[in-house]
């Protein structure tokens, strides 16, 4: 068991941070650092780093790199020992890169994802240790594992 | 004050129009709407193309109903301050977004009753003149599920020992 070490919790905008947020009273007791799409949400997480990478989707080639090179970025600056993401593409990256570096890795598919799992949420899947989705028709044996939603 | 809002994800003017349609014969309600980076001009209601997250919380807290994309953000932010709030969907079919998870949203919520929903802009003006009658609703817990929030905790407990403090 590796003790003491850092959680860092990734969500890009809107939906994914609001359900990252209702996420905290299971960081209790944790050092947490958290990194998203907009500075302004530092003010929700007082007393813990924000930090900000750029926001993009499979769409923009470009704006991916962009995304993955902050990133990585934060990974080397935090080591955290654990990654917690609730998506979209910012998370599926951490998670990526994350498992790279040793880190264990969690993955909370969002709760708009009632009858297929998301795009992100489908790769990230594969470099998540604990793989959970908020719809319990979505559970299958080699996917996702239902335990609870953020409501 | 009526919240009207569109989320991040781009323009939804089909949601727009009805609303300002309805804004516009009803003069003796205020309505602020977030509507995107669009070439539409609400006529009857306040409008920007996005809020900064600070202004916009505040008119969340302000305002006595909420009408909405089907957006999981808006739906949740709703539930927690115990607002009314009126979602349509986004349509992919419409290119309004990438897959129609909003319409599987939209039908979920329905179906749990805490949420009024309105399948399109046809239907948006009854659902409105319901929802402006509507006192608040009861508000959820800012937490996720107990068993969604143990079960965290346990693989943290497993991997980083047990929480200080």
Redesign the interface.
């Known amino acids: 068991m590796r003790t003491g070490g850092k959680v860092l919790a990734v969500a890009s905008g809107g939906g994914h941070w609001v359900q990252l947020m209702r996420l905290r009273p299971a960081l209790e007791g944790y050092e947490v650092a958290y990194c998203s799409v907009h500075p302004e949400y530092a003010e929700q997480v007082p007393g813990c780093r924000l930090h900000v990478v750029h926001d993009s989707n499979a769409k923009s080639k470009w704006g991916v790199l962009r995304t993955a090179l902050g990133i990585l970025w934060v990974l080397l600056k935090e080591r955290p020992a654990v990654v917690l993401s609730t998506g979209a593409a910012p998370g599926g990256l951490a998670l990526f890169f994350a498992k790279k570096l040793g880190a264990k890795t969690i993955w909370i598919d969002s709760i708009a994802n009632a009858e297929v799992l998301s795009l992100s949420g489908q790769k990230a899947g594969r470099y998540a240790d604990l793989w959970l989705t908020q719809w319990p028709e979505l559970a299958a044996d080699g996917g996702p594992e239902y335990s609870g939603s953020v409501l | 004050m009526i919240l009207v809002t569109v989320?991040?994800?781009g323009p939804f003017d089909r949601l727009v129009r009805a609303v300002d349609a309805w804004a516009a014969a009803h003069p003796e309600q205020r309505l602020v709407a977030q509507i995107g980076a669009t070439d539409f001009q609400p006529a009857a209601m306040e409008s920007a193309a996005n809020l900064?997250?600070?202004r916009f919380e505040r008119l969340l807290r302000e305002a006595d109903c909420i009408v909405a994309h089907a957006?999981?953000?808006?739906?949740?932010?709703a539930?927690e301050l115990g607002k009314p709030v009126l979602i349509m969907p986004r349509r992919a079919a419409l290119g309004e977004q990438r897959?129609e998870?909003?319409l599987?949203?939209a039908?979920?919520f329905a179906r749990l009753g805490v949420v009024q929903v309105a399948a399109d802009e046809h239907e948006l003006p009854a659902k409105l003149d319901v929802l402006v009658q509507q006192g608040n609703v009861e508000r959820?817990s800012?937490?996720?599920?107990?068993?969604?929030?143990?079960?965290?905790?346990g693989?943290?407990g497993?991997?980083?020992?047990?929480?200080?403090?």
Do not use: V, W, Y
Request: charged share 20%; proline share 9%.
């Open positions: 989320g991040t994800q900064d997250p600070i957006g999981m953000g808006t739906i949740l932010k539930l897959n998870h909003q599987a949203t039908e979920r959820i800012n937490s996720a599920s107990p068993e969604l929030i143990g079960r965290l905790r693989f943290l497993e991997h980083l020992g047990p929480p200080q403090g």
